[in-house]
């Protein structure tokens, strides 16, 4: 079992940056996938981005490519999420998610949830 602990969150201009953290906990193999997700009111999850545990595989999504940037750090068992250039259309609660097996991109290949982040960015 692994438990994910979200934080970083919070209110920016848009142009701002935001970094949100991961702390992962449990039983954490070498093939186990973190990804981060959003969502926004009245919209579908999306996936933002997801990197493999090992740090060899990194993946985004074209709406954040050049902006956001994840990384994690295998001692702390912590990932992260730099968000730079946020924009008004950024707002959603992030949630991390980790996977062992399944697509990427596919929320529902995720087996373990945080309880989720609000960011919001204003214009």
């Known amino acids: 079992q692994v438990q994910l602990v979200e934080s970083g969150g919070g209110l920016v201009q848009a142009g701002g940056s935001l970094r949100l953290s991961c702390a992962a906990s449990?039983?954490?193999?070498?093939?186990?996938?973190m990804g981060w997700f959003r969502q926004a009111p009245g919209k579908e999850r999306e996936f933002v981005s997801a990197?493999?545990?090992?740090?060899?595989?990194?993946y985004y999504a074209d709406s954040v490519k050049g902006r956001f940037t994840i990384s994690r750090d295998k001692a702390k068992n912590m990932v992260y999420l730099q968000m730079n250039s946020l924009k008004p259309e950024d707002t959603a609660v992030y949630y991390c998610?980790?996977?062992?097996?399944?697509?990427?991109?596919?929320?529902?290949?995720?087996?373990?949830w945080g309880q989720g982040t609000q960011v919001t960015v204003s214009s």
């Open positions: 998610a980790g996977r062992y097996s399944g697509s990427y991109t596919v929320a529902s290949s995720y087996e373990y």
């Open positions: 449990g039983s954490i193999f070498s093939n186990f996938v």
């Open positions: 990197i493999t545990w090992s740090g060899s595989s990194i």
